[in-house]
């Protein structure tokens, strides 16, 4: 399968900068979508921004402008660059990606990974 490892999480001061990256490994043989979730206390886990193979990119409206996407394709690896963050940003950063893979007998199969998630705070 597929595995998703995400840095990046911090504290940090409202107006501060952060920037989140996820690693994808395993046999992947390609990767569709990646984008980042995000999931605040007592609310749904919410679309950040995501980004697909050809570079189109989406972005929530609370964060546009102010964060942008990119990946890595290299290097399997997508990142999310935030800034002039706020309080409400605050909220645990799930990273998603989606694609094919080669299972153990060499067949080609979808995946849909999430990441563990990392801790974003932002407070004075």
């Known amino acids: 399968q597929v595995q998703l490892v995400e840095s990046g999480g911090d504290l940090v001061q409202p107006g501060g900068s952060l920037r989140l990256s996820c690693v994808a490994s395993?046999?992947?043989?390609?990767?569709?979508?990646m984008g980042w979730y995000r999931r605040a206390p007592g609310k749904e886990r919410e679309l950040v921004a995501m980004i697909r193979s050809g570079g189109n990119t989406e972005y929530a409206d609370s964060v546009k402008g102010r964060c942008t996407i990119s990946r890595d394709n290299a290097k399997n690896t997508v990142y999310l660059q935030m800034n002039s963050l706020k309080p409400e940003d605050t909220a645990v950063y799930y990273c998603?990606?989606?694609?094919?893979?080669?299972?153990?007998?060499?067949?080609?199969?979808?995946?849909?990974?999430w990441g563990q998630g990392t801790q974003v705070t932002v407070s004075s």
């Open positions: 998603h990606t989606e694609g094919w893979y080669k299972n153990y007998v060499g067949r080609r199969r979808s995946f849909d990974s």
């Open positions: 395993g046999t992947i043989l390609s990767i569709t979508t």
